[in-house]
């Protein structure tokens, strides 16, 4: 049964600070994996989607990162923000998504 | 487009009553899914539909009932509702199981 870990399960630092999240699945045999975004109370907004085939996707000051062999992926915020602040979840797909638990994020100004 | 749309935002039900969750999608996709959302337990599958007229289960299904008459529309019963179904539901979609999803807004569920 697949398993996908994030780590840390919550996260402050200061504004401006490059950061990364991590994420670990037990499974490699994924077709993607897919980074999300979700403010208090609300839905789930897609950041990036990075195919098995892929080693990284980037997007603005977003950049992750897939090495399916060690079932790992890293999403990396540059220049964080306090707008960053939000929980962001990684997925990973084969047929169906299975999600880790989140990685609370707090950016101070 | 508008996406993924779900109704109601807000629903309180009484133990044992009986409602349906809405879930539709104007991107033509044949794969939707519902999933919960619980503290501590992350997101979880409940059903999920490949195409019209194809349903599966996922991996908590007992106390919900779906059916996909149409490729737009995949709503989710609940027949007898309990506490333990107090949650935030979210339908989702894609082109295929394999491809990228896309979330609706989500029903805040309680059940007294």
């Known amino acids: 049964k697949q398993e996908v870990t994030q780590i840390p399960a919550a996260l402050s630092v200061p504004e401006g600070e490059n950061l990364v999240l991590n994420c670990s699945f037990t499974?490699?045999?994924?077709?993607?994996l897919q980074w999300f975004r979700q403010d208090p109370g609300k839905g789930l907004t897609s950041l990036l989607l990075?195919?098995?085939?892929?080693r990284e996707q980037t997007s603005g000051r977003l950049n992750a990162s897939l090495d399916k062999s060690s079932g790992r992926s890293t999403l990396y915020i540059a220049a964080s923000q306090p707008g960053d602040s939000a929980t962001y979840l990684c997925?990973?797909?084969?047929?169906?998504?299975?999600f880790g638990k989140g990685t609370k994020l707090t950016v101070n100004p | 487009n508008a996406g993924v749309t779900q109704t109601p935002k807000f629903q309180v039900l009484k133990t044992g009553q009986s409602m349906t969750l809405q879930c539709a999608q104007d991107?033509?996709?044949?794969?939707m899914s519902w999933y919960r959302q619980d503290p501590g337990m992350g997101l979880r599958l409940i059903h999920y539909?490949?195409?019209?007229?194809?349903?599966d289960q996922g991996e908590v299904p007992n106390g919900y009932n779906v059916s996909r008459s149409t490729t737009e529309d995949f709503p989710l019963r609940l027949l007898s509702a309990a506490p333990s179904q107090t949650s935030v539901y979210f339908c989702?979609?894609?082109?295929?199981?394999?491809?990228?999803?896309?979330f609706g807004p989500g029903t805040r569920l309680t059940v007294l």
């Open positions: 997925a990973v797909n084969h047929e169906k998504l299975v």
């Open positions: 539909s490949v195409g019209a007229g194809i349903t």
């Open positions: 499974d490699s045999a994924i077709y993607n």
């Open positions: 990075i195919q098995s085939s892929q």
């Open positions: 989702a979609s894609s082109y295929r199981g394999g491809n990228e999803q896309f």
């Open positions: 991107m033509n996709h044949e794969y």
